[in-house]
């Protein structure tokens, strides 16, 4: 234990300096960077060549010699009777990945993504929002929820489909689809609302530290960090996420009318296989199944707006790795436990 205890000092300390040193650069980086514009730029992949290609390559690993012979010289045919006879042309799946953190920031790509397909989507197409998010900020969220509604707004069919969590500002979007499909074990709901905030005024009591606020409106501010917490701020406050929990009904309710929602907006989640007895979702499947099903029926298309990351983004992105893992590391070392 001495030996642990030793070996942990050491790495919190290594940690530590490491921090410190990529938080300077990170500071004299984003120093020398800014006022410059983001610049980003629409990435489309052919999800249906990439497909092909998989199918291809592993035929060509299974098969013998003269077998993927046989298919390629089909294959060649039926090209060659293609440029004669063109097929038909397919109506389009676009695919659009939103993995969204607690502030929903994400929403910045997902704008330009949405505005992008709705310019050039027929009412034949489709479009697929493949959903991550154990939701967030309730203003991030509803815009994130307002770009979905653009694109059924225009009668384009969307489904949503869920691999492992869309719950609370997550589900908020996904009920804006026309169907949701969701894994066995991806968790949903959560359709709830929740706030916290914790307060100093003892501490600063102790220390013998005032603190004044000054506002005007009886409530332009209700619970605070530092001062005093009344009963009628409390009140104040909890009205305020009443309020808020309604609107999150209201906006459920509509998009999924044939839901019980007093039964499912007590802020549980779900997993998939009772969410869909539950009616928040209409499918069991996962994201994979259903673009193989989709891919027989439509070209599809993936579409995402890159933006370059900055040397102090950079930086600081290998910064959060280095740390994750070393203290996953020494978690991993000091426990054995199992998950499921």
Known sequence: MEFLFEYGLFLAQAVTIVVAIVTVLVTVVGLSTKGKAETGSLVITNLTEALNEVVLAVKQQIL????????????????KADKKIPPAVKDKLFVIDFKGSMDAHEVEALRKEVSAVVQVATKSDKVLIRL????????????????LKRITDRDIPLVV???KVAASGGYMMACIANEIVAAPFAIIGSIGVIAQIPNFSKILKKNDI???????GEFKRTLTLFGENTDQDREKFQQEIDETHELFKQHVSVNRPSLDINKVATGE???GNQAIDL???????TSDDYLLQQHQER????????VPKTLSQK????????????????????????WF
């Open 132 to 147: 991550e998010s154990p939701g967030g900020v309730v203003h991030g969220y509803g815009l994130a929820a307002s770009q």
């Open 299 to 306: 070209d599809i298309f993936h579409l995402k707006f890159m």
């Open 210 to 216: 005032e603190f004044e606020q000054v506002t005007a």
């Open 64 to 79: 013998t010699k003269d077998q993927f012979k046989a298919l390629a010289k089909a294959d060649k045919k039926q090209k």
């Open 315 to 338: 930086l600081g992105k290998a910064a959060s790795v280095s740390v994750d893992s070393t203290l996953t590391t020494l978690w991993n070392r000091l426990h054995s436990s199992r």
């Open 279 to 285: 009616g928040l979702i209409d499918k069991i499947t």
């Open 269 to 271: 989640h779900w997993f």
């Open 161 to 163: 489909s869920v691999d």
